[in-house]
C-alpha cells in the first residue's frame, strides 16, 4: 500500500469487520501505523478534508480502475494536500500534534453512530484531550480519548469547516 500512497492513487478500502465502513479517497500516507487519505466526495465530484485510519484495521483495498476516474469531474487534490504537511502524519501521536488547535472529527469503536467533534487541546503518547462542540455549534466538555479506542479521524472535511464557521 505504501506505493499506492507514492503514486497517490484513488482507492476504497474496507474497514469490515472492525468498522462497517468504506472510505474512498486519494491515498498519501499508508505505513504499518496509519492510512490516511484525502477523501472523494462522490455526491460532488471532488475531494474534501482527510481521513485517517489505523492500518490495522484495513481488511481490503481496491485501487480505482481507469472507468472509474470518469467519477472525478473536479481534481482540486492538488490545492488541498499543499495546505498540510504530509511527514507529519506517522502515526495517531504525531497527526494529532499537528492538528493541535484544529477542529476534527473521531469515531470510536464503541458506538459507530456516537462521534466527538472537538479542537485538539493535547496530546500524550496514548491519547488526545478535545475540547468538544456540541449539534448546536457551542463549546461543552474536555473530552480525552486513547488511541486505542479510535478507529477514525477526519479534518478540513466540509463538515468540519461549517461548524468552525458557526462555533460559539
Avoid: H
Avoid at 462497517?20 to 500516507?29: P, Q
Avoid at 485510519?53 to 484495513?58: A, F
Amino acid at each position: 500500500m505504501e506505493e499506492i500512497a507514492e503514486q497517490r492513487l484513488i482507492i476504497d478500502i474496507d474497514l469490515a469487520p472492525n468498522v462497517d465502513d468504506v472510505y474512498t479517497g486519494k491515498c498519501l500516507v499508508a505505513n504499518s501505523e496509519i492510512v490516511m487519505l484525502l477523501n472523494f466526495d462522490e455526491e460532488d465530484g471532488e475531494f474534501d478534508g482527510f481521513t485517517i485510519v489505523k492500518n490495522s484495521d484495513v481488511e481490503k483495498y481496491r485501487t480505482w480502475e481507469e472507468d472509474d476516474y470518469a467519477e472525478l469531474k473536479n481534481d482540486n487534490s492538488e490545492s488541498l494536500i499543499a495546505n498540510i504537511e504530509l511527514n507529519k502524519f506517522i502515526d495517531l501521536e504525531s497527526s494529532m500534534k499537528s492538528l493541535t488547535s484544529k477542529l476534527v472529527a473521531i469515531f470510536t469503536y464503541d458506538d459507530e453512530d456516537v462521534f466527538f467533534v472537538g479542537k485538539v487541546l493535547s496530546v500524550t503518547n496514548d491519547s488526545v484531550e478535545l475540547f468538544l462542540v456540541d449539534e448546536d455549534s457551542k463549546w461543552t466538555d474536555i473530552e480525552v480519548i486513547k488511541f486505542s479506542d479510535i478507529s477514525y479521524l477526519g479534518f478540513d472535511t466540509e463538515y468540519e469547516r461549517e461548524i468552525q464557521k458557526n462555533v460559539v
